[in-house]
T-cell receptor
Framework: GQNIDQPTEMTATEGAIVQINCTYQ??????LFWYQQHAGEAPTFLSY??LDGLEEKGRFSSFLSRSKGYSYLLLKELQMKDSASYLC??????????WGAGTKLIIKP | GAVVSQHPSWVICKSGTSVKIECRSL??????MFWYRQFPKQSLMLMAT?????????EQGVEKDKFLINHASLTLSTLTVTSAHPEDSSFYIC?????????????FGPGTRLTVL
């Protein structure tokens, strides 16, 4: 079956760095997405990886290793507004998004 | 660009009534739209994939006669929850895929919070 695993919850300190991991097993692979979702709101797109390596976008970076079925989202210089759930999603061979359960990130002052 | 709107933002209805939710892509054409449901503290659950001009594809366990989906144009899809019951209370989110974009990412509407009394 298809499976996306990510930690349920993480806590970090304002100004610090946090890495959110995601491992996946899917039927086919057409890219991996990271979305941010604040409580009570819809998800917003953060990043997309389809080739191995690191994609950097401001304070956020995303890494992919297709051979290991592994990705991480790296958040630097954490701000209180980064408190949210972070969703990992893989696009399978049918271009369908398979969603992880999300990682709730709590930022403490 | 790539803005998706949803209406209404929230709705409260009595058990047994039907509720229609609209999803619109405002500045792009979306041949494919997706309907999700999200219960508190849970992940997104795909309900169905809606393709313009054809019947929606429902995920396993989703009743097509209860959740009616119509994708009549390239910018509008509707979800009608028929004979709603309290267990249908949830956060319903639509998304649309902009085929002109390089990444095929989905852009989400703001969601509709449905409460069935």
């Amino acid at each position: 079956g298809q499976n996306i695993d990510q930690p349920t919850e993480m806590t970090a300190t304002e100004g610090a760095i946090v890495q959110i991991n995601c491992t996946y097993q899917t039927s086919g692979f057409n890219g991996l997405f990271w979305y941010q979702q604040h409580a009570g709101e819809a998800p917003t797109f953060l990043s997309y990886n389809v080739l191995d390596g690191l994609e950097e976008k401001g304070r956020f970076s995303s890494f992919l290793s297709r051979s290991k079925g592994y990705s991480y989202l790296l958040l630097k210089e954490l701000q209180m507004k980064d408190s949210a759930s972070y969703l990992c999603a893989v696009m399978d061979s049918n271009y369908q998004l398979i969603w992880g359960a999300g990682t709730k990130l709590i930022i403490k002052p | 660009g790539a803005v998706v709107s949803q209406h209404p933002s929230w709705v409260i209805c009595k058990s047994g009534t039907s509720v229609k939710i609209e999803c619109r892509s405002l500045d792009f054409q979306a041949t494919t739209m997706f309907w999700y449901r999200q219960f508190p503290k849970q992940s997104l659950m795909l309900m169905a994939t809606s393709n313009e001009g054809s019947k929606a594809t429902y995920e396993q366990g989703v009743e097509k006669d209860k959740f009616l989906i119509n994708h009549a144009s390239l910018t509008l899809s509707t979800l009608t929850v028929t004979s709603a019951h309290p267990e249908d209370s949830s956060f319903y989110i639509c998304s649309a895929r902009d085929i002109e974009r390089e990444y095929n990412e989905q852009f989400f509407g703001p969601g509709t919070r449905l409460t069935v009394l």
